[in-house]
C-alpha cells in the first residue's frame, strides 16, 4: 500500500507560480513512478506529467510542456510538480498518484491516489 499526500496548493495571478508537493509512504519499489493529474469543474482528469523514481525519465502534457517541471527527492520520497506561467486555464484540483513504471507512462492509470489540491488561478 503507498500512501501520497499532496501540499503546496492555492490562489495565484495569471503569470505566476506555485510549487505543489507529493510525499510517499508506505510500501514503495524502486520501479514506481509517481504522476500528478488534475480534474477542472465539469472537465476529465487529465494527464499532466509524471517522473520515474529511478531513471528520473520525465514525460509532460502538451499543456504545460515548457511551464511545468517535475522533479523528486528520493531519500525524502516527495516529487514536486513547479508550475511557472499559469494561467486560468490551469484551475483544477490537481492529484499526485503512483504505480509502477509502465503503468503510469503507459496506461496512465496508476492505483494508488493521494487526495488532491486546490489550485486556482485568477486572470
Known amino acids: 500500500q503507498v500512501r501520497l499526500v499532496e501540499s503546496g496548493g492555492g490562489l495565484v495571478q495569471a503569470g505566476g507560480s506555485l510549487r505543489l508537493s507529493c510525499a510517499a509512504s508506505?510500501?514503495?519499489?524502486?520501479?514506481?513512478?509517481t504522476a500528478w493529474f488534475r480534474r477542472a469543474p465539469g472537465k476529465e482528469r487529465q494527464f499532466v506529467a509524471a517522473?520515474?523514481?529511478?531513471?528520473?525519465?520525465?514525460e509532460y502534457a502538451n499543456a504545460v510542456k515548457d511551464r511545468f517541471t517535475v522533479s523528486r527527492d528520493n531519500a525524502k520520497k516527495e516529487v514536486y510538480l513547479q508550475m511557472n506561467s499559469l494561467k486560468p486555464e490551469d484551475t483544477a484540483v490537481y492529484y499526485c498518484?503512483?504505480?509502477?513504471?509502465?503503468?503510469?507512462?503507459?496506461?496512465?492509470?496508476?492505483?494508488?491516489w493521494g487526495q488532491g489540491t486546490q489550485v486556482t488561478v485568477s486572470s
Open positions: 517522473i520515474a523514481w529511478t531513471s528520473g525519465s520525465t
Open positions: 508506505g510500501r514503495t519499489f524502486s520501479n514506481y513512478a
Open positions: 498518484a503512483a504505480d509502477h513504471e509502465r503503468v503510469v507512462f503507459i496506461t496512465k492509470r496508476p492505483g494508488f
